[in-house]
């Protein structure tokens, strides 16, 4: 049996039938693993006791609320767990960082932390693109905004998003004719001084904004294609859009398995590629999704995968 420390989002908050962390938890649960919860405000170091947590240990009841049974708080090592993960979402904000922070520390002294930290901040969802600009659309990426007209005015057609927000939120379209181009691009860049990312329109996102997971590497063998709502242009779930497990193609087989080795040896060992049509457009590497949608559409246990090779990284 192994202990898991799940840090995260209050456990209450959890929307268990789509909670890809509920589903990882449930998966360990079922193979006689035990599981501990915390959240990044109960994390803390000392001198004499390093990165420890305040913590409990989670039983779980079931899909049915309440879905989970508290045990008694605790203040354990975080090097005491056979495995930490991390599956904060979302901003990625002061606490978020300063959280990397303390489970580095938790990690040079001996603690096993998936995602590692270090690669949680070196790995911008939005920015980690540009390591892989041959996969990606036409991407501009800055806080200017006659640098974001220009590419406006080249393209035609742009998306434009800020740099550390999830599920769509601020994202905008701009097309050729737009109007609002000079006020949008003020007020998502607060005036030339928030750098946001403009990428060429892709049309191809009425048939998906595709997720694809890579666990240690590998990629399921299924994504989860987010299709966007009537008259939107996100895909997100978040968004209202709608998700359609489907068979990889052998386009997404390559750049799953240009990007796998490589972000594999980051120390990341769960990343959700984001792909419209043939282009690379995110690598989501903080809590990454879509693990129940895909495992209910297919039959294919991505929690499984994902445990599995959890206990192996253990071993």
Known sequence: MLDFLFVADPLISFKIHKDSTFAMMAEAAQRGHALWACEP???AWSQDGGVVARCYPVTLTGDAAPWFVEGVISERALRAFDAVLMRKDPPFDAAYLHCTYLLELAERAGARVFNRP?????FNEKLAIARFAELTAAT???????RLRRFHAEQGDIVVKPLDAMGGA????????????SAILETITAYGTQTVMAQRYLPEIVEGDKRILLIDGEAVPYCLARIPAAGETRGNLAAGGTGVARPLTEHDWLIARTLGPQLKAEGLLLVGLDVIGACLTEVNVTSPT???????????NVAA????ALEQRCA
Request: contains cysteine.
């Open 290 to 300: 879509c693990f129940r949608e895909i495992t209910a559409q297919t039959g294919f």
């Open 118 to 122: 270090q690669a949680l901040r070196d």
């Open 170 to 181: 601020s994202v905008f379209r701009l097309r050729a004719d737009d109007v609002n181009v």
């Open 41 to 43: 405000g109960d994390l």
């Open 140 to 146: 501009l990426v800055s806080a200017n905004m006659a």
């Open 305 to 308: 995968m994902f445990v599995a």
